[in-house]
């Protein structure tokens, strides 16, 4: 089956304490890219990759990082998690990230609390 | 990414009501894509317009992008309590989707 997972589902940390949240996905995509969703604000993207080893900030890539060492791997970093990145975070990827018409596959969330 | 304003942001109707949700840019959009996020779930794929004045139909869902491209609607007719999500626009670039804040629709059985 076609799909994006994340893993863990939900997570309740603390300040400070280092987390990796994982994307994979087994469609051969190109294209990768993390959101955060926030209450009213909608959807807003914090890092993509377009390719194996090639990625980029977003609208808000303050306190993240990502790597691309595999195609099918996106994973999100948060070094030193705050409060204010308490969100809930998809991972989302689309086959050619050179087409304007190209569709995103989302996968299914993350819960993050940072007390 | 540019600014997609979307309203209203939240909408109650009575099962059999119609719905209708919009979308605003103040610049020329390349495309519109809208995506449907069922309460607890991830955004799903609804469809792209990327015509001037395009109109596409799903069934009851009814899409339109208007002639200047700078904005569009999503008009469900007859809402149905399956109806029940936050519907949302997003801009379509080579990079990124730029969303819009989503229409939260609650269908009153």
């Known amino acids: 089956e076609a799909q994006v997972t994340q893993n863990p589902r939900y997570l309740i940390t603390v300040t400070g304490k280092k987390l990796t949240v994982t994307c994979s996905q087994n469609m051969n995509h190109e294209y990768m890219s993390w959101y955060r969703q926030d209450p009213g604000l909608g959807l807003r993207q914090i890092y993509y990759?377009?390719?194996?080893?090639?990625?980029d900030k977003g609208d808000v890539p303050e306190g993240y990082k990502v790597s691309r060492k595999e195609k099918r791997n996106f994973p999100l970093i948060l070094e030193s998690p705050s409060p204010n990145q308490t969100s809930l975070y998809f991972c989302?990827?689309?086959?050619?990230?050179?087409?304007?018409?190209?569709?995103?596959?989302f996968g299914p969330g993350t819960r993050l609390t940072v007390l | 990414g540019q600014q997609v304003m979307q309203i209203p942001q939240y909408q109650h109707v009575q099962e059999g009501e119609d719905f209708t949700t919009y979308c605003n840019s103040s610049t020329t959009l390349s495309n519109i894509q809208w995506y449907k996020q069922r309460p607890g779930g991830h955004p799903v794929f609804l469809i792209q317009l990327v015509k001037s004045g395009e109109v596409k139909k799903q069934k009851r869902l009814t899409f339109q992008f208007g002639e200047a491209k700078k904005n569009s609607s999503l008009h469900i007719t007859a809402t149905q309590t399956t109806d029940v999500g936050t519907y949302f626009c997003a801009e379509g670039s080579a990079r990124q989707l730029t969303f819009g804040s989503g229409t939260q629709l609650t269908v009153l059985p």
């Open positions: 989302a990827s689309s086959l050619n990230p050179t087409l304007s018409t190209d569709t995103q596959y």
């Open positions: 990759s377009m390719n194996v080893e090639v990625t």
